[in-house]
């Protein structure tokens, strides 16, 4: 019963590198999320989708690029890292008829 | 407009005594609102959820939030606390049901447990 997968669990990045955060979910859910965590900030919001091909800005999309082609994956793509986007990404899938949200273990990056 | 307050960003208790975490809301249409728990370096876990049914919800590990509409309060308590019940408690509103619409992360309380 996998639910939501998140790799890597670590990443270290230079300022200035890219990279790929991958999520895969099996439960057939439309709407997939990510949101980075900062401490005393909570959970904010940076890209959604309510199905695949369709793809929305949240709180805090700057600086990270997704796309989603199929139901289950949900990849996050920085394209040029910033020591500001050190922190916890999760991705998330949503159950349409309850409105909870499963979450993967998280993603720590840390950019120097 | 929709956004969670969380009036607290650390709550301390002893095991075995109440564990109040409070949480305000405002929203423009009726709310869903949710309770995740966060066990440090984990992911979030649904404690509960109120989507417009009983306005006293029940979840998991003997936690229960009240929805009181008049006071726009989710409060969640929990009759005496243990020691596995140390981690971070997000109170989270959704403004279009539970199904629909993005939603908004209160900032976090972080409850420890005292032997």
């Known amino acids: 019963n996998a639910g939501v997968t998140q790799t890597p669990k670590f990443q270290v990045l230079k300022t200035g590198q890219s990279m790929t955060l991958q999520c895969a979910q099996d439960m057939n859910h439309e709407y997939m999320s990510w949101y980075r965590q900062d401490p005393g900030m909570g959970l904010r919001l940076i890209h959604y989708s309510v199905g695949a091909g369709i793809t929305d800005q949240g709180e805090v999309p700057n600086g990270y690029n997704v796309s989603r082609s199929t139901t289950e994956d949900f990849p996050l793509r920085l394209l040029s890292a910033a020591p500001s986007q050190t922190s916890v990404y999760f991705c998330?899938?949503?159950?349409?008829?309850?409105?909870?949200?499963?979450f993967g273990e998280g993603s720590r990056l840390t950019v120097l | 407009a929709q956004s969670v307050t969380q009036l607290d960003s650390h709550v301390s208790v002893s095991e075995g005594t109440p564990v109040l975490l409070r949480c305000n809301y405002s929203s423009s249409y009726s709310p869903s609102l949710f309770w995740y728990v966060q066990h440090p370096n984990k992911g979030l876990q649904l404690l509960l959820k109120?989507?417009?049914?009983?306005?006293l919800v029940k979840g998991i590990n003997g936690f229960e939030a009240e929805f009181k509409k008049s006071e726009t309060s989710f409060h969640l308590t929990k009759p005496s606390a243990h020691m596995s019940d140390a981690a971070e408690y997000f109170c989270v509103v959704s403004a279009l049901g539970g199904g629909q619409g993005n939603l908004i992360f209160g900032k976090g309380t972080k409850l420890s447990v005292k032997p």
């Open positions: 109120y989507t417009s049914a009983a306005t």
């Open positions: 998330a899938s949503r159950e349409t008829g309850t409105g909870e949200l499963f």
